[in-house]
């Protein structure tokens, strides 16, 4: 399975991102990202990752180290990385706030502390869960529950469940359109769930209808939607993830998401590389990430 070009499909996509995340779509039209940029928001140099890079790389390295899923172990990774700067580049810098509650709140014992109100819809979970699609045979419930450690609505979980099946229809058949690719997921989401009500709120999705345009918060649905609509309007990796960037507003995470697809579409061999990710300083981590085929 194509691991490595997924992962770092998604690290650069956020890379991309972190230099002018909260920038405005106008903005960005005026001044459009064509490349790796230095400095921005966070005043950090080219190449930068963030906390959708850090938590993704935890998650895979508990998956490894575990030998599967140990919700425990996945989240006293997290909060290494949140207190410890473990995952980071050189310190952690940018945390939602969903996440940030949930890890303060675990106490040892139960690690579903994840929040669970109307407010907790980010997309703080669906960023760090493209691991699970490498995982032979993984169920729903499994993927529910990773995304509860930090978000526990039934949206934000239901998301993670299709940004899964997107990724393992890829996976599984190569010779598939990115619209293919979402229609088959959005069936098996759509039987699965046919009786919770928060289906209405993907309704977009799975009618492809963006006609009324797409917006590039931090909102989980608009971010899935974000990133549904710029695979199926570009055709390579590197435009995929500019078009998302050049969206605006939570432009890592949303170029992120869209890069965890896009390389796992398009193949390693198709993502830009030049400036790259600060590269020496992924390689600690390229062991969660070597490609198993």
């Not at 490498?134 to 529950?145: K, M, Q, R, W």
């Not at 359109?177 to 989401?189: D, G, L, P, T, W």
């Not at 993502?271 to 070597?290: A, N, Q, S, T």
């Amino acid at each position: 399975m194509k691991v490595k070009d997924g992962i770092i499909g998604l690290v650069v996509g956020a890379a991309l991102g972190v230099p002018v995340e909260f920038y405005s779509r106008e903005d960005l039209k005026k001044y459009p990202v064509t490349g790796m940029k230095s400095y921005g928001t966070y005043r950090k140099p080219a190449g930068t990752w963030s906390d959708d890079t850090s938590l993704t790389i935890a998650t895979r390295a508990s998956i490894v180290n575990k030998k599967g899923i140990d919700y425990t172990d996945i989240i006293e990774e997290f909060i290494e990385w949140q207190r410890n700067d473990k995952y980071s580049q050189e310190n952690t810098f940018d945390i939602g706030l969903t996440t940030r509650e949930a890890l303060n709140n675990y106490t040892g014992l139960n690690p579903i502390c994840g929040m669970a109100g109307n407010g907790n819809n980010g997309n703080g979970s669906l960023m760090r869960i493209l691991p699970l699609a490498f995982i032979n045979n993984i169920d729903y419930e499994t993927i529910e529950n990773v995304s509860s450690i930090t978000h526990r609505h039934k949206r934000a979980r239901i998301a993670c469940v299709l940004y899964i099946e997107i990724a393992k229809s890829m996976l599984n058949n190569s010779n598939l359109s990115i619209r293919e690719h979402v229609q088959n997921a959005s069936a098996k989401i759509i039987e699965y769930y046919e009786d919770s009500y928060e289906l209405i709120h993907f309704k977009r999705i799975f009618d492809d209808d963006y006609s009324k345009g797409v917006s590039s918060t931090g909102y989980v649905v608009y971010t899935l939607e974000a990133v549904i609509y710029c695979l199926e309007n570009m055709d390579n990796y590197k435009d995929a993830v500019l078009k998302a960037v050049n969206l605006g507003e939570d432009t890592d995470t949303v170029a992120a998401i869209c890069g965890g697809l896009a390389g796992i579409y398009y193949g390693f061999d198709e993502i830009p590389i030049i400036g790259l990710i600060r590269f020496v300083k992924l390689k600690p981590y390229l062991i969660y990430v070597k490609n198993t085929r």
